[in-house]
Each structure stands twice: as structure tokens, then as C-alpha cells.
């Protein structure tokens, strides 16, 4: 392109910018003609000619003011175009440039090149921010996979635990990979659980299902009156009432709740040694954790416009409906966080399942109990139920290190389906936490 032809367009351009701010002078003067007749005329009705006048100069000022927006737009384009054009042709200059140049020019260009750009402020900023976000990226890939490791190394050290012969736990060059594959510890952790009842997991998951629902109602109900139904002075306080019992710890309360649950029945239903203790607790928001949960349906319920209780209202709809039709259906959220925290830890729960005697057939033995027999009844499962392989291993079964190597094995089969669950539901479940608005008191 010459210089010619840049100046020829450069006077084009400053040519139709004149032109377009003609226009707009022009169309700003007939928006005023049409303001001082709209003004003239305030006192007066129009005829119909003269509205149509009116209305016929108006759509002539936008549609004249839009031609010169696109006109104007078109220039700006063509200017980047240009001026990516003049880029270009820089660029292709330098390249020459550089082809004609011996090595010691050629180098010598590109450090007093390399010199101007780290002294460019422009520049200097840029590499300033991208060092930044390469070294947050770095930190927080080295703090997850921190996190990840040490997550992660119990169930990978379980897994090896399960996989290998009882006979490699003896041998120091086994760590990680099993010198001989077998799933024979496998077979004697579920042996090991299913000692006290062959129902023993249907039992865990009876009693969490069962558990789950309760405590959502309950601390549903509980969350809605602290966050709606307000009595003055005593709603904050029965509240942080509530919000302490969460530092009290289990220990403290022991003998207290075993005497109580001893001494008076519930109905006529004896609580010591009976499911229904859990069941009973739960209902009456004593149960696992169920401070937690209060806390987060109040949260939730707080969140809610108070247009939708307002509009129920309205339509005749009491406390109890505006609760079970209006604010439950929109807690799903706050619903599917708080159901996995209350199975997930009543699954788990070992204080409350020793507390109330389900170690006794005939109760409910569930698989945390289990878990915790003592080493005689290991001992005893030897004798019963695998003579043959107590010979075979000899004097290795009587090693606490096999014992251990059983207790992770039966460890990683109490958390299995909990982590097969994980993988069906986790996307509910992290949906659900952000929803639940846990801000603030």
C-alpha cells in the first residue's frame, strides 16, 4: 500500500466524518423542531395530518441517526483493518530485515530488542501477571495433590492389605504390590463381620435409612420455627441452645443417658438394647449430629423469599400447610445434604451402637460393632470355620499382625458401598451443598 493511496483514504474517511456529523447536527436540530412543536401543540389536540407529520419526522431522525451509527461502525472497522495491515507489513519488514543480517547483527538485534521489551511498562505488567497465575496455578496443583494423597493413601494401602496372601505381611520386600495375588483375606473379613448375624449390613443400612428420614423431618421442622416462627427473646436462645450441644461431647453425657434410658421407658418400650433409642432420638432432634442439620435447614428456610409464605397465606393456607407444601418441596437442596450426612454418619456411628447393646443377636448388630469384636472371637472364627487354612498358615494366625491385616480388609468392605453410593450420587451432593446458602447466623 503507498502512501498515496493511505492519504487518499485518510481523506475519504475525515470526509465521510464530517458527512455523518452533519447529519447528526441535522437530525438533532429536526428532534428539536419536533420537541418545540411537541410542546406548541400540549395545549392543543393535533390533527390527524399533523401526527402523521410528527411521527413521519421522528422515524426519518432514527432512521437517519442509525445510518450514521453503521457508517461510523464501518469506518472503525476499516481502520482496524488497517492498522492490522500496517502490523503485518511491519512484521514482513523486520523478517526481511533479519534474512539480510549476519549472525552477530542478527543477535545483537534481538538483545537490544529483548532489553527494550523488559524495560516496556506495557510488558513488564503482562509477565508480571501471567508469573503470578503460573505460580497459583503451581501452589494449588501441589496443595491437591496433597490433599489427594493423604485422602487417598488409606484406601490404597487397605486395597493392597485385601489383595494380598496372609503370608506377605511377614516379608519386608512387600510394601505396595502383593507378592502373590489372593482374595483369601477377603473372604475371612466377611466371615469376620458376619460372625455375630448373617444380616449383620442389611441391619447397618435398615437402621441409617430408617435414621435418615426421621432426622430430616425432625430437623426440618426445627429449622423452618427458628427461621420463621420468631418469639421474641427466646428464639435466638433456644437456638445457640441448640448450636452448643455440638461442643459437648459424647464422653460427658455417657452415664447420664444410659441411667435415663434405663430407668425410664418411653411409653412402656424399654430403650436399652432397642433400635428404637436411635429411632426415638432422632425423632426429637437429639440424634447424631442433628444440631448440624437444624442449622442447615434454617439457613436454607432463611433464603426463601417470604413472598411465596405470603402468597400461601393468602390462599388460606395454615403453618403446618405453608411448611409441607410451599417450603419443603423448594429444600431439595438442603434435603439431599442433609439425608448423606445423616446416613453416612449413622452408618458409621460406633458410640451410640455400643451405648444401646447392639452387639446382641438379638438386637440389631450392625457392621461397626462387628467390626470391633474382640481378638478371642477372631480367634474362636479359626477354629470354627477355617481349620484347614489355620493349619496351612501355622503359627502366622496367632500374629496381631494378621490381625490387623483382617481388620483393614474389613475395614475397606464396610466403606465399599458407601464409596460405590459416592460415585452415583456426588453430583447431587455438591450441587446440593451450593445451594444451601451456609452463610452467616
Not at 97 to 124: C, F
Not at 204 to 226: D, E, K, N, P, R
Not at 274 to 294: H, K, P
Request: negative net charge; charged residues 20%; glycine residues 4%.
Amino acid at each position: 500500500m503507498t502512501n498515496k493511496n493511505k492519504e487518499e483514504k485518510e481523506k475519504i474517511a475525515i470526509t465521510e466524518q464530517e458527512n455523518i456529523q452533519e447529519q447528526e447536527v441535522s437530525n438533532e436540530e429536526n428532534l428539536e423542531d419536533a420537541n418545540d412543536v411537541n410542546e406548541a401543540t400540549t395545549s392543543d389536540e393535533l390533527t390527524p395530518q399533523e401526527k402523521e407529520e410528527l411521527a413521519k419526522a421522528e422515524r426519518d431522525a432514527y432512521i437517519t441517526k442509525l445510518c450514521a451509527e453503521r457508517a461510523l461502525q464501518q469506518i472503525l472497522d476499516e481502520d482496524e483493518d488497517s492498522a492490522l495491515t500496517r502490523k503485518e507489513e511491519t512484521q514482513e519488514t523486520v523478517e526481511l530485515a533479519l534474512d539480510n543480517m549476519t549472525v552477530g547483527q542478527e543477535i545483537k538485534y534481538r538483545i537490544a530488542k529483548a532489553k527494550s521489551d523488559w524495560h516496556d511498562p506495557t510488558l513488564r505488567m503482562v509477565r508480571s501477571r501471567k508469573t503470578l497465575q503460573i505460580l497459583g496455578a503451581i501452589f494449588r496443583t501441589f496443595i491437591l495433590i496433597g490433599l489427594c494423597f493423604v485422602i487417598i493413601l488409606p484406601i490404597l494401602e487397605k486395597i493392597s492389605y485385601a489383595c494380598r496372601y496372609p503370608t506377605d505381611i511377614t516379608r519386608p520386600e512387600v510394601v505396595w504390590i502383593p507378592a502373590e495375588w489372593s482374595v483369601l483375606n477377603i473372604q475371612i473379613a466377611y466371615k469376620y463381620l458376619t460372625l455375630e448375624s448373617n444380616n449383620v449390613f442389611l441391619n447397618t443400612v435398615f437402621l441409617s435409612t430408617v435414621t435418615m428420614f426421621i432426622q430430616i423431618m425432625a430437623t426440618a421442622v426445627a429449622g423452618y420455627a427458628f427461621a420463621r416462627l420468631k418469639v421474641k427473646y427466646f428464639s435466638n436462645i433456644f437456638f445457640y441452645t441448640v448450636i452448643i450441644t455440638l461442643i459437648v461431647p459424647n464422653e460427658a453425657l455417657n452415664i447420664a443417658r444410659k441411667i435415663l434410658y434405663v430407668e425410664l421407658p418411653f411409653f412402656g418400650i424399654q430403650l436399652m438394647n432397642n433400635m428404637f433409642a436411635i429411632f426415638i432420638m432422632s425423632a426429637f432432634g437429639m440424634g447424631l449430629r442433628s444440631a448440624i442439620f437444624i442449622y442447615l435447614f434454617r439457613q436454607f428456610f432463611r433464603g426463601v423469599p417470604i413472598e411465596l409464605e405470603e402468597s400461601a397465606e393468602i390462599d388460606g393456607a395454615g403453618v403446618i400447610r405453608t411448611f409441607w407444601s410451599v417450603m419443603l418441596p423448594n429444600a431439595r437442596g438442603a434435603i439431599i445434604t442433609v439425608g448423606l450426612f445423616s446416613f453416612v454418619w449413622q452408618y458409621n456411628d460406633y458410640y451410640f451402637a455400643t451405648l444401646f447393646g447392639f452387639r446382641d443377636k438379638k438386637v440389631l448388630p450392625v457392621l461397626t460393632t462387628a467390626l470391633a469384636s474382640s481378638a478371642e472371637s477372631f480367634n474362636s472364627l479359626f477354629e470354627t470355620s477355617f481349620r484347614s487354612l489355620s493349619q496351612e498358615l501355622g503359627k502366622i494366625t496367632e500374629d496381631r499382625m494378621f490381625y490387623g491385616l483382617i481388620l483393614n480388609t474389613a475395614a475397606l468392605l464396610m466403606m465399599l458401598p458407601l464409596i460405590i453410593a459416592y460415585f452415583f450420587v456426588q453430583r447431587q451432593f455438591v450441587e446440593s451443598i451450593e445451594r444451601t446458602g451456609i452463610t452467616g447466623m
